[in-house]
């Protein structure tokens, strides 16, 4: 069994930060890559940065937030900059892992996160 728990949503104003963290704990060997989703009311889940064997990042959050990981804690960072109104929705995290021979991908339970303007 895998948990993901994420922290450091909140309120904040437009052009503010906020810096978002997941950590995953549990029966894993290994983890291939981290990511963070977000989705907004009404809106499909999007991908907004993945951290594996290479670093993505959705156009619209490229040169305004940041993904790191600290492999030694199965932690994975998200550090927004300059938000918008249009940032606000739920920050999910997820994780591929590598648990007793078997690869999964697991999901936190999600992060609020809003912006005013």
């Known amino acids: 069994q895998v948990q993901l728990v994420e922290s450091g949503g909140g309120l904040v104003q437009a052009g503010g930060s906020l810096r978002l963290s997941c950590a995953a704990s549990?029966?894993?060997?290994?983890?291939?890559?981290m990511g963070w989703y977000r989705q907004a009311p009404g809106k499909q889940r999007e991908l907004v940065a993945r951290?594996?064997?290479?670093?993505n990042y959705a156009d619209s959050v490229k040169g305004r937030f940041t993904i790191s990981r600290d492999n030694a804690k199965n932690t994975v960072y998200l550090q927004m900059n300059s938000l918008k109104p249009e940032d606000t929705a739920v920050y999910y995290c997820?994780?591929?892992?590598?648990?007793?021979?078997?690869?999964?991908?697991?999901w936190g339970q999600g992060t609020q996160v809003t912006v005013s303007s």
């Open positions: 549990g029966s894993i060997f290994s983890i291939s890559a």
């Open positions: 951290s594996g064997s290479t670093t």
């Open positions: 997820n994780a591929d892992v590598t648990s007793r021979g078997w690869s999964y991908v697991y």
